[in-house]
C-alpha cells in the first residue's frame, strides 16, 4: 500500500455587507453579514481542501485547474470544483483516508456549524463521517484575522493506494 499527505492553505478578505454574498465554509452556508470576496463562491475551507488533494498527487493547486481568469468559474460552487478534483485523485487510483481541517476567524463563531460541514464534506469525498474532522479557532485579536478582515483555512489529507 501506497501513502501520500497534501496540505492546502486558503485565504480570503471579507466582502462588504452591500455586496449579499453568502459565507460558505465546508459546502455549507453559515449566517453572517459578510461573505468572502472571490472568483467563485469564495469557499476557503473546500479550496484548501481540494489544494491538499491536488498537492498529494501532485498535480499542482486549485488554480492551475479552475483559473480565476476563467469566466466559467465565475461564482462557481466550490463543492462542484471538489468532485472535479477528488475525480483526478480517484482516477489516479488514490482514495482518501481522512481529512482535517482547520478555520481561523475572528468570527462568525464556527461551533454551532461544523458539524454539517463534517456531513457535506464526508458526502463530497465519499467517505465515512470519522474520516473528516474540521475545527476552528481564533487569532485572538491578532493580524488580518484577528482585524476581522477575512479568514483562513488549512487542511490535511492522507491518502492510500
Known amino acids: 500500500m501506497q501513502l501520500r499527505i497534501g ?17 460558505m465554509l465546508g459546502g455549507v452556508e453559515v449566517p453572517h453579514d459578510r461573505g468572502l470576496l472571490a472568483h467563485s463562491d469564495g ?8 489544494d491538499a488533494l491536488l498537492g ?4 499542482g493547486d486549485i488554480g492551475r485547474h479552475f483559473p ?5 468559474y465565475k461564482n462557481a460552487d466550490s463543492a462542484v ?4 478534483v477528488l475525480g483526478l485523485v480517484k482516477n489516479l487510483g488514490w482514495s482518501v483516508v481522512n481529512a482535517d481541517m482547520t478555520i481561523l476567524a475572528q468570527s462568525p463563531r464556527m461551533a454551532p456549524h461544523i458539524n454539517a460541514m463534517r456531513s457535506r ?10 474520516a473528516v474532522n474540521v475545527k476552528a479557532s481564533t487569532t485572538e485579536g491578532m493580524g488580518f484575522v484577528g482585524r476581522n ?3 483562513e483555512t ?3 489529507v492522507l491518502l492510500s493506494r
Open 7 to 23: 496540505h492546502g492553505y486558503d485565504a480570503h478578505r471579507f466582502a462588504e455587507p452591500s455586496d449579499n454574498r453568502p459565507l
Open 43 to 50: 469557499d476557503a475551507l473546500i479550496h484548501a481542501l481540494c
Open 56 to 59: 498529494a498527487v501532485a498535480l
Open 68 to 72: 480565476d481568469t476563467d469566466q466559467a
Open 81 to 84: 470544483l471538489l468532485q472535479r
Open 121 to 130: 464534506l464526508a458526502t463530497l469525498l465519499e467517505v465515512e463521517l470519522d
Open 149 to 151: 478582515e477575512g479568514l
Open 154 to 156: 488549512h487542511a490535511v
